[in-house]
């Protein structure tokens, strides 16, 4: 029997953690690629978690005939649904993101997500009365094995060779078996109408847990959830929105409970708050140096330690107070997991609305350092001092993180799409005024606003940069028509000469009163402008051809990237709307991902010519290091003098397929290093 149970645990909580990257990953296309996709799905995730507990909470509690007849209906319409439900299409929804992603989970996979999260506890409780024991903890050790091998596979090889249609149908199947396993349980439940006077007698020796128990039992888990999610924000925002930087953070939380709950005797106290202090110290120093970059390895490795030592500490002292009965044990489960749904939705909902700048990471460590000292209180005067001075002073770090915010910041908003602000200086002394448009630490456009520059496009669309060959050299002296994917301060608009036509996609709504009231590019350019709101490729799918003579694809937020842009299929959607003779001009400044050879793959699919331009810094003018791929059949442009000069042949030799909507993987173009790190 335990067997059996053991591997009905297993299973559901490997198909529990498959699916969560699949099914956000399937949503990336629709709604904008953003970083943001993956944490409101790790909202949604933990409330169906919490939901899936409550679940196994009631139903434990009635080990009944109809109890028993009542789960295996359920069962037998979780499977029925996911054979005849299909992905809904999201391309023409017109509400909030939040709204779209949870109306389309829940349609999709909601009911068997609850099944899966209602396993473990559920059938634990059924297995300790099958057997007159306590309730089995080491199951719920098993059940996070089993999600943490799914994280483990997932982006390392079950993402790069299976695509996303193969992979539904396989977990179909797989659930499908599942069930038939769970009905198999429940039909050999021993039924007990009348078991409440054996349950009584059992727990009668233990006593009951303390009310400071049982809201330890949310605190805790609310306080490791604060920090995955702030710190799988964090990753994903500034590297890429991928499901590799979603499961890394999740299977070191994972971890954390298995090692909790499996093998407690390796949690030693003394040492690992003494190691979290360390870190959150380190970290708390990181996050005010804004300016500095490190290799991805030291990045991720320094916040997935202190992830993995705060959440072992919230976790393992969870399981210090656990309950002594049975009675408690769904109750026990059901407020971890309330805790930890409250904490996803205070950093991926609650954030967004209260702050006007990103303090989520800040925040965790706050919550992580005041958790510790509740914990702790009982331990002495030395504990005590530690943890206060620590709470207090990663209070100070936010407080500071506000005022430096706030100094020189013109305008500060947050939304589902990250956290803007616009920083004003007179730091060059040439330049007079500069103003700069951020994307949480990373600049979208930058103006001087000194009469000789004031014209003049900076950062990373200077006129030797690949948008500037492009735009120079691609129609002569006739008008162009333009289009731009990504707005940022609408730095491009400064190309334009009367005659043009310029049209600029973008999908942050906050951006665009920005770039016209605080940037003077759009309002001063010789172009007729013109905007189209929402997602891109969306908004291009929808529209008539639009004779493009260059398209610009621009629509990174800091150093992450939105692959739907990078697809086959979004190509096609741009060669519909390319003139005859096109350019096709991809901004790939990264400083993680080897960008050019994907994009080279896509241009060789099409058919098309791949030159790579880059261009060093320079300081004096504003304009900052930068790499184009430039995509077209245009001869003519190509053999330009000062295109041949600065633009360079990417030359294929093998490597991964070019990406599709049902295939990427960004794992392969990974780059360990940063220039100049040896």
Same mark, same amino acid.
């Given at each position: 029997m335990r067997i059996l149970y053991g591997s009905a645990i297993f299973l559901g909580a490997f198909l529990l953690f498959a699916v969560e990257p699949m099914a956000a990953k399937q949503l990336l296309p629709a709604l904008g690629g953003s970083s943001a996709v993956w944490i409101t799905c790790l909202v949604f995730f933990q409330i169906a978690l919490l939901l899936g507990y409550l679940y196994a909470h009631w139903l434990g509690r009635r080990t009944t005939r109809a109890g028993v007849v009542l789960y295996i209906a359920v069962l037998v319409v979780a499977v029925a649904a996911l054979a005849f439900v299909t992905q809904p299409d999201l391309t023409s929804v017109a509400d909030h993101p939040l709204t779209a992603i949870f109306r389309a989970l829940t349609l999709t996979i909601g009911l068997p997500f609850l099944l899966l999260a209602s396993t473990s506890p559920l059938l634990q409780v059924w297995l300790a009365r099958q057997e007159h024991r306590g309730v089995p903890w080491r199951l719920f050790a098993l059940s996070n094995a089993g999600s943490l091998l799914a994280l483990v596979l997932y982006p390392t090889a079950? !993402?790069?060779? *299976?695509?996303? +249609?193969?992979? /539904?149908?396989?977990?179909?199947?797989?659930? %499908? %078996?599942? %069930?038939?396993?769970?009905?198999?349980i429940a039909s050999l439940v021993r039924i007990n109408d009348s078991g409440r006077g054996q349950k009584a007698s059992t727990d009668a020796y233990h006593p009951r847990s303390s009310f400071r128990d049982k809201l330890l039992w949310f605190l805790l888990p609310a306080g490791a959830a604060m920090q995955l999610c702030a710190v799988t924000s964090h990753l994903s925002q500034n590297v890429a929105a991928i499901p590799l930087l979603w499961v890394l953070p999740l299977g070191v939380y994972l971890l954390t409970f298995i090692v909790a709950f499996e093998t407690p005797g390796l949690y030693w106290r003394w040492l690992v708050v003494r190691l979290l202090v360390v870190l959150l110290a380190a970290l708390a120093w990181m996050l005010s140096k804004t300016d500095v970059s490190v290799p991805i390895q030291i990045s991720i490795g320094f916040f997935l330690a202190e992830l993995f030592f705060a959440c072992l500490f919230c976790h393992a002292e969870t399981f210090a107070l656990r309950p002594r009965n049975h009675s408690e044990a769904t109750l026990f489960y059901l407020l971890i997991a309330a805790g930890g749904a409250a904490g996803t939705i205070f950093i991926g909902i609650l954030c967004p609305l209260l702050f006007d700048a990103n303090y989520d990471v800040a925040l965790a460590f706050l919550a992580t350092a005041a958790l510790a000292l509740i914990v702790t209180w009982q331990n002495g005067w030395g504990q005590r001092l530690l943890w206060s001075v620590g709470t207090a002073l990663l209070l100070a770090l936010v407080i500071m993180l506000h005022i430096v915010y706030a100094r020189s910041t013109l305008v500060e908003e947050r939304n589902f799409y990250g =956290? *803007?602000?616009? /920083? !004003? =200086?007179? +730091?060059?002394?040439?330049?007079e005024t +500069? /103003? &700069?448009?951020?994307? @949480?630490?990373i600049e979208h456009g930058t103006q001087w606003f000194a009469p000789q520059f004031r014209h003049n496009p900076t950062t990373y669309y200077a006129t030797d940069s690949g948008v500037g060959l492009a735009l120079g050299y691609c129609c002569d002296d006739r008008p162009r028509n333009i289009g731009v994917i990504g707005l940022g301060a609408g730095t491009l608009a400064a190309y334009g000469r009367p005659g043009d036509r310029m049209r600029f996609y973008e999908i942050n709504p906050a951006i665009r009163p920005i770039a016209e009231h605080l940037f003077t590019y759009l309002r001063e350019s010789g172009a007729q402008i013109s905007f189209a709101d929402g997602d891109a490729r969306i908004s291009l799918t929808h529209e008539a051809p639009q004779n493009f003579d260059v398209l610009v694809v621009d629509a990174f937020s800091g150093d992450a990237i939105p692959i739907h842009l990078l697809t086959t299929q979004a190509m096609a959607v741009y060669r519909r709307h390319m003139a005859p003779g096109g350019i096709l001009a991809f901004h790939v400044s990264n400083q993680y991902l080897d960008l050019p050879p994907e994009i080279a793959q896509l241009a060789a699919a099409s058919g098309l010519e791949v030159r790579v331009v880059d261009t060093p810094a320079q300081e004096a003018r504003g304009e900052y290091?930068?790499?184009?791929? *430039?995509? &077209?059949?245009?001869?003519?442009?190509? %053999?330009?003098?000062?295109? +041949?000069?600065?633009?360079?042949?990417?030359?294929? /030799? @093998? @490597?991964?397929?070019a990406w599709t909507d049902d295939y990427s993987s960004l794992l392969p173009i990974l780059q360990w290093r940063l220039p100049g790190w040896n």
């Open positions: 079950i !993402e790069p060779h *299976l695509s996303l +249609v193969v992979q /539904r149908k396989a977990w179909i199947w797989a659930f %499908a %078996a599942y %069930a038939a396993l769970c009905a198999t =956290s *803007l602000r616009v /920083r !004003e =200086s007179h +730091v060059p002394p040439q330049a +500069v /103003r &700069t448009l951020l994307h @949480g630490t290091r930068a790499t184009w791929v *430039l995509v &077209t059949d245009n001869t003519a442009f190509l %053999a330009q003098p000062r295109v +041949v000069t600065f633009a360079r042949r990417i030359y294929l /030799r @093998g @490597g991964p397929p």
